[in-house]
């Protein structure tokens, strides 16, 4: 069974919503069992109880992840960031856990304040992040071990480095296109 989430919509400054992602993927990954319980921990942001993966390789990827997603934010080039949960043994894909990004252009070329008080902003987030928390209780449990990749849909060809290495290389002609960031690790369940 494949289920599919409506988009969530995020907006605010490349620094924040980046570092959104980092803690939403986390409870995502933690929430949906990709990961053991164990390799996680409780942090407190946005007045929010949080979990943090503590493995390692975990860490390091979604670092970064989050260091390359900042810079398109910044270039307000990414239009969704996509989680795909898939099954380790068939590859099929089980949830697709979508969130769309609206870039403010005109943020960048001007140095006007911003209409959306940070404070305003981590509302917002708070609210997401018990939206995926709330969202769980009613996702069937994922009974077969799990592997994730992440999806970046960018507005423009770009190229992708992470750890020096190239990957994703492909320019698609309608100038969009998607970056798959697999995973580092098999799951451990």
């Known amino acids: 069974m494949t289920s599919t989430l ?23 990954l933690y929430q949906r069992g990709i990961y053991p319980p164990e390799t996680f921990t ?16 975990l860490k390091s990827y979604l670092t970064n992840v989050v260091s390359q997603l900042k810079e398109w934010l910044f270039e307000c080039t990414v239009q969704k960031l996509v989680l795909v949960i898939t099954c380790l043994e ?9 969130f769309d990004i609206e870039c403010d252009k005109s943020a960048k070329e001007s140095s006007a304040p911003r209409e959306k008080s940070i404070k305003t902003i981590q509302h917002e987030i708070r609210s997401v992040i018990r939206q ?3 969202t769980v209780t009613f996702l069937p449990l ?44 098999q799951s451990t369940r």
């Open 42 to 57: 409780r942090v407190t942001h946005y007045d929010l109880s949080l979990l943090l993966t503590t493995d390692p390789k």
């Open 142 to 185: 994922l009974e077969t071990p799990c592997a994730f990749d992440l999806l970046v849909i960018q507005t423009r060809t770009w190229w992708f480095q992470i750890n020096g290495k190239n990957q994703g290389r492909r320019p698609l002609t309608s100038q969009r296109r998607c970056v798959c960031i697999p995973s580092p690790l």
């Open 6 to 28: 409506k988009g969530i919509t995020l907006k605010g400054s490349a620094e924040l919503v980046a570092e959104f992602f980092s803690f939403g993927i986390n409870s995502i």
């Open 90 to 98: 068939t590859n099929e894909v089980l949830e697709r856990w979508q």
């Open 132 to 134: 995926i928390t709330a």
